[in-house]
């Protein structure tokens, strides 16, 4: 892979998604990663959808979507020759990241203190539900998590949805996305300092944190206020109007909370006196009178089809349509920034899946290799293990 982390070499012990997502992130940047799974594999490689007639061995969209640009070894970490293996394969290495529950690598002998003693240098990042404690000692520590245990205790669904009676989870799973990136970001911060200093740091994000994180608002609403905010449907607490409205044909997102936005929408919708009116004038006057102004502009986009409101809107006021995942397949601006790309899928055909939002000017077109099967980088990496003379056998990888 080439990239601006070529040469950088990632161990990656992590299932199923805010960890793969991580090293996919880093993958796609051009870092070297080694994705060691245990011989069941990594729980994800079972979810679907499966493309028709894929074969028993090959793996779901789900693995394929966050796993690509990586290569797998199967090595059993729990035995004595498969740790010795995992061990030496850590000596080549400039990071670990893995997204076990608090203390599962401590019960492995394979703890931060014990690499670090014996690998200065090495970045370990970790991505947990509640942290680890060498960060802060949860209470929730031992708890297991996933995405919308994250979106509910970070605060995410206190805000989403029609009202309070009805928190709803964001749709991507982004209680796993978003710690993922976090935790990308700090991992490459510290190989940055590694580089420089020569010492490894540990890295931990934990999901709640994270997801809390991007909640930022709620915080100093609640700070200033003194009341948590509560789900306001698809227009905004502080903004107006900034939200989704219906046309003629679908939804269009429309977010004109200047008042400079806001005259340039009232002229479009042909109501230019809207612009001036005491009501409606100011951010806080049409906060005011919400159910006016939405109305007043509902009343117009139900006229005309989203891209009749998209073409009388754009470049003048933020808008844009609300896409389905077929409207993003044909949108122009998806395929000139290479946002849906097409691998290779074991069997014969391929499939498409999401690109990476990360562009670099005066880069070639990054090429993808397809997720790799389980242990199908066994002998190649066992190769370059002996090339730099860790003397490790074959005995505990396996096929």
């Given at each position: 892979m080439a990239g601006p982390l070529a040469g950088l070499r990632v161990v990656d012990l992590t299932q199923v998604l805010a960890g793969p997502y991580c090293t996919m992130v880093l993958a796609d940047l051009g870092a070297d990663v080694i994705k060691v799974e245990p011989p069941g594999g990594d729980m994800a490689r079972q979810w679907g959808p499966h493309p028709q007639g894929a074969d028993a061995a090959s793996y779901g969209g789900y693995f394929?979507?966050?796993?690509?640009?990586?290569?797998?070894v199967c090595i059993d970490i729990k035995d004595p020759a498969g740790r010795e293996q995992f061990l030496s394969l850590l000596g080549t290495a400039d990071v670990l990241i893995e997204n076990f529950r608090a203390g599962v690598m401590n019960g492995l002998d394979l703890s931060w203190e014990q690499l670090h003693t014996r690998f200065p240098a090495l970045v370990y990042g970790?991505?947990?539900?509640?942290?680890?404690?060498?960060t802060g000692d949860s209470p929730y520590r031992d708890r297991p998590a996933f995405d919308i245990i994250a979106q509910a205790m970070g605060g995410l669904m206190s805000v989403t949805g029609e009202d309070a009676a009805?928190?709803?989870?964001?749709?991507?799973?982004?209680?796993?996305?978003?710690?993922?990136?976090?935790?990308?970001?700090?991992?490459?911060?510290?190989?940055?300092?590694?580089?420089?200093?020569?010492?490894?740091?540990?890295?931990?994000?934990?999901?709640?944190?994270?997801?809390?994180?991007?909640?930022?608002?709620?915080?100093?609403?609640?700070?200033?206020?003194?009341?948590?905010?509560?789900?306001?449907?698809?227009?905004?607490?502080?903004?107006?109007?900034?939200?989704?409205?219906?046309?003629?044909?679908?939804?269009?997102?429309?977010?004109?909370?200047?008042?400079?936005?806001?005259?340039?929408l009232a002229r479009a919708m042909g109501r230019p006196e809207l612009a001036t009116d005491p009501s409606f004038a100011t951010n806080d006057a049409r906060l005011t009178n919400a159910d006016a102004v939405y109305g007043a502009v509902e009343a117009w986009t139900r006229t005309l089809p989203t891209e009749a409101v998209v073409e009388k809107l754009a470049g003048h006021v933020p808008c844009g349509p609300?896409?389905?995942?077929?409207?993003?397949?044909?949108?122009?601006?998806?395929?000139?920034?290479?946002?849906?790309?097409?691998?290779?899928?074991?069997?014969?055909?391929?499939?498409?899946?999401?690109?990476?939002?990360?562009?670099?000017?005066?880069?070639?077109?990054?090429?993808?290799?397809?997720?790799?099967?389980?242990?199908?980088?066994?002998?190649?990496?066992?190769?370059?293990?002996?090339?730099h003379d860790r003397g490790v056998s074959g005995r505990a990888i396996t096929a």
């Open positions: 394929a979507s966050v796993n690509r640009n990586k290569r797998s970790s991505i947990r539900g509640f942290g680890d404690p060498r009805h928190p709803m989870k964001v749709g991507p799973g982004i209680g796993d996305i978003f710690p993922a990136v976090l935790a990308a970001v700090g991992i490459v911060a510290a190989v940055r300092e590694a580089d420089t200093t020569g010492v490894g740091r540990f890295v931990d994000v934990a999901m709640y944190d994270a997801v809390l994180a991007l909640s930022e608002r709620i915080v100093y609403q609640h700070s200033i206020t003194g009341k948590s905010p509560e789900p306001r449907g698809n227009s905004h607490p502080i903004l107006c109007p900034y939200g989704v409205v219906p046309t003629a044909s679908g939804s269009i997102a429309i977010a004109a909370p200047s008042d400079r936005h806001w005259a340039r609300v896409n389905t995942a077929a409207d993003i397949v044909a949108d122009e601006h998806v395929a000139v920034r290479r946002m849906i790309i097409e691998v290779e899928h074991p069997g014969g055909r391929t499939v498409q899946i999401a690109g990476s939002p990360i562009k670099l000017a005066d880069d070639t077109a990054i090429a993808h290799t397809r997720a790799p099967l389980l242990g199908e980088h066994n002998d190649e990496i066992l190769a370059e293990l002996a090339a």
